[in-house]
């Protein structure tokens, strides 16, 4: 996806060992229980990430980049630890994303948007593909549901028969949202 006046970050997650994986060692951004909403959260290792890719934003902000000209998000268990970040963390950027994403049922992240201090909150936009077979579409739903309960903006696009990948729609979609949050500077300046 290119942008003419976005620059694009891709972190990508480090190697460690992966319960769902029996303990084998995956580029995951934290570490679960295992792949379900109804198990706590392995908080320990979304903190060590929370810090790590906060560091990044903080790089950013020291570059001149303001936090309202940002936008964080991800694929699956990114989308997921975006929303920590956003929610707990970083709540006056311009936006997030999550896509074929969800939240565990008792995250963290529902409270911290219910006390959230920063009104309101970024727009969430969430795509999940109906055919989704490793994280439920059911999940991706219920998450937006909640965070909406909780105080959210969102807005969540379902996309028919796509499994646990991405399409050119849902890109095309995330493309136009990116540029309506982040307008050019000569768009900005003219009041669009």
């Known amino acids: 996806m290119a942008f003419e006046h976005i620059r694009v970050i891709f972190p990508t ?21 295992k792949i379900s909403r109804d198990c706590p959260e392995h908080l320990e290792s979304i903190e060590e990430m929370c810090s790590n890719l906060g560091a990044v934003v903080q790089d950013e902000i020291r570059a001149g980049v303001p936090k309202h000209r940002m936008v964080i998000g991800g694929f699956s268990m990114g989308g997921a630890m975006a929303l ?25 992240v529902y409270q911290a948007v219910e006390n959230a201090t920063q009104r309101p909150l970024p727009e969430l936009l969430q795509c999940h593909g109906t055919a989704d ?43 136009s949202w990116i540029l309506k949050k982040l307008p050019s500077e000569s768009a900005f300046s003219a009041g669009h």
């Open 84 to 108: 920590h970040l956003v929610c707990r963390y970083f709540q006056d950027v311009a936006g997030v994303f999550a896509l074929s994403s969800f939240l565990n049922k008792d995250s963290v």
């Open 13 to 33: 997650a480090p190697a460690r060992p992966y319960t769902p994986m029996h303990g084998s060692l995956s580029h995951v951004w934290f570490d679960r229980y």
């Open 133 to 175: 077979e490793l994280v439920s579409h059911t999940w991706g739903e219920e998450t937006s549901c909640l965070l909406k309960k909780a105080g959210m903006n969102t807005s969540f696009h379902s996309f028919p028969g796509l499994n646990h990948q991405l399409c050119r729609a849902e890109m095309e979609l995330l493309h």
